[in-house]
């Protein structure tokens, strides 16, 4: 961040007015023009978002809710919060997103929604996804956090399902600290999103004061800040210049690695993909544990991939198998992703990661 979030925040102080309002209804109308969608409803995170959309889709006690077992552990949180139960898929290994073939055995007469993720910002198959979830009569609520500035088919993702969502915490290309957006582009369900997020209020008439105090359904309060909101206006107009550096980053990082035989890179059309973090794959977990190690020695942070959601001890099962999501989480690193990071940054991760290769026998 720099002086342009801060003149934002400064006239956020001096308005006097702080919860969300006039910031807010600029920020949801930036993000709902840029992706595409009629209607965009800001959170206080990603994992809000995806509970306050659940809600609003009707999902509660004694539902089941397909999700990947290859995400960040809010999803299917955010799905034990609604009183649902979460029904684990494994992954498809080219793309690290939801095995179509294998939620078709998953669907039970309990099942009432679909919730595909958008790993790394790759798309899932939409079309196929939302063709079978129309065959069941299932929604669709696509966890996009990943996603801002990712398309498919021409189109942005998390808006051609029933519901999507983005994450505004740190880590993303663009932040607001923490924060949610939720987006349709059915008016009925963002209604019932904004009243969910504003204590069960019927839209519009908290500015009427006898009716603000009436409540027609049980809410919470999950209203955005105007600080958040000046600070992701000042993001905003960040993002497609953060889109350019993203995927130039990734191209570095594959042109000066590709020769490695035991780095492997996920197949990414960055025509269409901004990749959230550059994300390789080792040969084995041992080898990646010790790549891990030799860059923290040389003061190269890196993240490990999600653990499968079946090996959390929340969600834990024994007779759960996921061989895919397994494989792709032992393997997987996200090297060093930074919009702020330079071009001689990633040619040093590189050349420790080519040093690494020289010096251990595996």
């Not at 609520?141 to 051609?160: P, Q, R, S, W």
């Not at 980053?249 to 197949?267: A, D, P, T």
């Amino acid at each position: 961040m720099d002086d342009d979030e801060k003149k934002e925040l400064i006239s956020v102080i001096n308005s006097g007015w702080f919860t969300e309002a006039s910031k807010t209804r600029q920020f949801e109308k930036m993000i709902a023009d840029f992706v595409g969608v009629k209607y965009a409803c800001a959170v206080t995170s990603g994992t809000t978002a995806l509970y306050v959309g659940l809600k609003a889709l009707g999902i509660g006690r004694g539902d089941e809710v397909i999700v990947p077992d290859l995400t960040f552990v809010a999803s299917p949180n955010s799905v034990e919060e609604v009183g649902a139960k979460p029904v684990l898929i494994d992954i498809e290994q080219n793309s690290l997103n939801i095995d179509l073939k294998k939620i078709k055995h998953a669907i039970t007469k309990r099942t009432k929604a679909i919730m595909p993720v958008d790993f790394n910002g790759r798309g899932i198959d939409i079309k196929n996804i939302t063709e079978l979830a129309n065959k069941h009569n299932l929604s669709l609520i696509e966890d996009a956090a990943h996603g801002l500035g990712c398309f498919y088919n021409k189109k942005h993702v998390g808006t051609m399902s029933d519901i999507g969502i983005f994450s505004f915490s740190t880590p993303k290309i663009i932040t607001t600290g923490q924060g949610g957006m939720i987006v349709t582009n059915n008016k009925k369900l963002y209604e019932k999103c904004k009243s969910v997020k504003d204590f069960g209020r019927k839209s519009g008439t908290k500015q009427n004061m006898r009716m603000a105090f009436e409540h027609p359904t049980i809410g919470y309060n999950f209203k955005f800040t105007e600080f958040q909101a000046a600070i992701g206006i000042a993001q905003m107009k960040k993002l497609r210049k953060r889109m350019i550096i993203k995927k130039k980053m990734f191209r570095i990082y594959e042109e000066l690695l590709s020769k490695l035989s035991f780095v492997n890179f996920i197949k990414t059309d960055l025509d269409i993909v901004t990749p959230w973090m550059v994300d390789v794959l080792v040969d084995s977990k041992r080898k990646r544990d010790a790549i891990i190690k030799h860059l923290e020695k040389n003061h190269v942070e890196t993240r490990i991939f999600y653990p499968p959601i079946h090996r959390l001890a929340p969600y834990k099962d024994k007779d759960m198998k996921f061989k895919i999501t397994s494989k792709i989480s032992d393997r997987g690193i996200w090297l060093p992703s930074s919009p702020t990071l330079k071009e001689n940054d990633i040619e040093y991760v590189c050349r420790k990661i080519i040093s690494f290769s020289k010096t251990n026998y595996f």
